[in-house]
């Protein structure tokens, strides 16, 4: 099998890296000055193991590529806001022998949120889900550290309809051999909604910087509350804190001093945008199709918004203002 990243930032260039590692042939998309970092100097991707170089067939597009392969895995690594761009320009990629790449290829959602499997459905027809717990850092072209240990990571798999089948079994196998745990599993969405609750978080750490602080915990608590709500009103099941703990416990340890989340490294890098919308957005639009209020987490989203937009640095505001935004609006609701 050949794997395209398509995203190649802090999450695909990771798994991307250490599958290349692992022996398995892979194709890094990329795009701007990271795509031309890759192409120049190489992934310089660091790892507990040390820091390595790996020098892989970077493209923009499907066209610099020719006809896509049988045996093509699409990993799609994009943030949710750029998906459709994404979904779009790749599933119309020719696939030799016939049939386009979202008629006959595997498309892995490996993002934060739950909407890309759905936007992948759509369009896609073999749709899997990817539940990442990888911490990785993406703040310069051409440059990634995951420093997790013993392992790089766990990548939950499973089909996005719900199920599993042996391509994703043979797909789990190489994450296996490239220094993760990739457990395939019958409800991966189930991984994947806890794994939202945990994200309500990327804003306020965002907005107010990533330094642990009992006020921000408690902030994080109320958006997870109103999250916990919206989940049981709309009948949707996830897994549990102890279920969560156990998987990772004692395999994915972070050293000291990792710097902020997905969120936070977006506006470091002054992308102009976040994934706000598709994670306490996500919680907001649950809240207003089954009558559930969720002032919190409409403020996190708004203010994390606000932020990518206009091109303020992570960390501007206090945890003081914020809160005092989600009171207001929780006094309104």
Not at 87 to 101: I, Q
Not at 135 to 145: D, H, Q, R, Y
Not at 163 to 180: M, P, W
Not at 272 to 290: F, K, M, P, Q, T
């Amino acid at each position: 099998m050949r794997y395209i990243i398509i995203g190649a930032g802090a999450i695909g260039a990771t798994i991307g890296g250490r599958l290349a590692e692992s022996g398995r042939e892979v194709v890094l998309v990329a795009r701007g000055a990271h795509a031309e970092a890759l192409r120049t100097d190489g992934l310089r991707l660091t790892t507990a193991d040390g820091p390595r170089v790996h020098r892989l067939p970077v493209v923009a597009a499907p066209a610099e590529l020719g006809e896509l392969r049988p045996d093509d895995v699409l990993l799609l690594t994009v943030k949710t806001q750029d998906a459709i761009a994404a979904l779009d320009t790749w599933g119309d990629a020719e696939v030799a022998g016939g049939g386009t790449a979202a008629q006959r290829l595997p498309l892995l959602c490996a993002q934060n949120g739950v909407e890309s499997e759905r936007l992948a459905l759509r369009r896609f027809a073999r749709v899997y889900g990817v539940c990442v717990w990888l911490p990785a850092t993406f703040l310069e072209p051409g440059v990634v550290s995951a420093l997790c240990t013993p392992l790089t990571g766990i990548l939950h798999l499973g089909k996005a309809a719900g199920g599993t089948d042996r391509r994703i079994a043979s797909v789990a196998a190489d994450l296996e051999k490239a220094g993760f745990e990739a457990p395939v599993v019958e409800d991966v969405m189930r991984w994947k909604y806890a794994k939202l609750l945990g994200n309500l978080g990327n804003a306020i750490q965002a907005t107010t910087g990533p330094e642990p602080d009992p006020a921000k915990a408690a902030l994080l608590l109320r958006a997870q509350r109103e999250g916990r709500a919206v989940l049981e009103a709309a009948g949707i099941a996830h897994v549990t804190d102890e279920e969560q703990a156990t998987a990772r416990d004692g395999k994915v340890d972070q050293p000291p001093g990792v710097r902020g989340g997905s969120s936070w490294q977006s506006l470091a890098r002054g992308t102009g945008s976040v994934e706000a919308d598709y994670l306490n957005g996500e919680i907001v639009l649950l809240g207003r199709l089954h009558g559930v209020a969720t002032p919190v987490n409409d403020v996190l989203r708004h203010a994390a918004n606000i932020f990518a937009r206009e091109g303020l640095p992570p960390g501007a505001m206090s945890i003081a203002d914020l809160t005092a935004l989600a009171d207001e609006a929780a006094a309104r609701a």
